[in-house]
């Protein structure tokens, strides 16, 4: 199955980037606010869906206008009641856990806030329960809001609980890690682990409104910034040229420290754009919500044979990525130079471009054929045809598979 390159769907007049400067209720826009204690930039990205359109937020010191955009009609679709309960870890809360608070009280919610420990292995039905026992304490209604306040773990949980508790209250997504931002906050995926499979119980449920302030970047462990960062390259490739030669033209790519804020506000904002283009187009993973997972295929394979240890997800991607290219190169559908430059950029991401010397090989193709993503015992791969192009397929031999995993080899 080929899907449709980002050209054709283009043409077919896609929501793209520079459509945000046109959006008719005027978000949208970046533009400055002026107050008295700070001039922040903004830029309102809306994501519209059948049931209802949502704003993405990007602005830098943003998380003290929460509260008051949850309160703006102009910007929510529905009018949140009082209650509103922060779901966080302690990791996050002792640096960005009181600012938001005090906004939301300050805006006239009813705020408490309930912690669950940090880390993926607390992604479990387990905690879910935890945050009903809470709210049920709290007597959160029909109308009270879950408000994620962390990176991907507590965003997928929060939503699930939100998509849950009562059949559904208000749900809002506060991402602090770069892989929030730019990927688990927008799309509206949330769940929890099962003891034998990462995300094998879930829903679909969208935020009613996403704030991304990227200032909290600045205490993510610098492995956490990398991680982030393959899922931006990974927009770049799929689907924003500009947004590739973009992150090409910065000296740094590999720490929150040497990107200059507006560059990074700009990559923040053109890959949730990316992301909210292809969600919207694709709310339910029918077809090109597919293209979300170009480096997945092998990436996800090498995360669980090196038994989600010895890589992080974004290093797994990067590898994924790169094996991706090696195959789109050897069926003539890439440009060499293409792939080239591709490496070079996750290189100089500080992201892993080579094999360990030990990895088995011969284990990928067993891990392929179980992954959750296989149809009909078909791999699917999404390749590149050229920078911000790819095409869909399950047509890959299997030694262009293992060609491409040998040439990654460390000597
Ligand atoms: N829903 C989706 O569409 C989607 C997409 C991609 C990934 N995910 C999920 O997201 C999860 C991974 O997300 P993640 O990479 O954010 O991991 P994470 O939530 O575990 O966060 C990584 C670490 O960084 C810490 N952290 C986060 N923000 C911080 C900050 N600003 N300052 C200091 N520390 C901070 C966290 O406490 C954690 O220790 C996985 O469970 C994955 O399945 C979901
Ligand atoms: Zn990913």
New binding site residues.
Partial sequence: MDGPSRKQLWDAGTTHFAKIFSDRRGFGKAHWQGSSRVSMQQTFIPVPLPQQTYQIAIASGGLTQLGPWLQDRSLQSARLGQKVLIVS?P??WK?YGEIVQDSLAKAGFQVEHFLLP???RY?TPRSIQKIYDYALNFKLERSSTLVAL?????G?MTGFAAATWLRGIHFVQVP??L??MV??SI?G??GVNHPQG??LIGAFYQPRFVLIDPD??K???RR?FR?GMAEVIKYGVIWDLELFEQLEGCDRTDQYRYLPSQILTEILTRSAQAKADVVTQDEKEAGLRAILNYGHTIGHAIESLTGYRRFN?GEAVALGMVAAADIAVQLKWWSAEDAQRQHQLIQKTGLPTALPADFAIDAVADVLLTDKKVKDGKVRFILPTQLGEVKITDQVPGEVIVNALKGMKAS
């Fill in positions: 870890n990791q996050i640096h940090a880390g993926e992604k962390g990176g991907g773990v507590i997928d602090t890690s892989l929030a990927d688990a799309g995926k949330t990462k995300n909290t970047l205490t993510l462990a956490e991680a997800h």
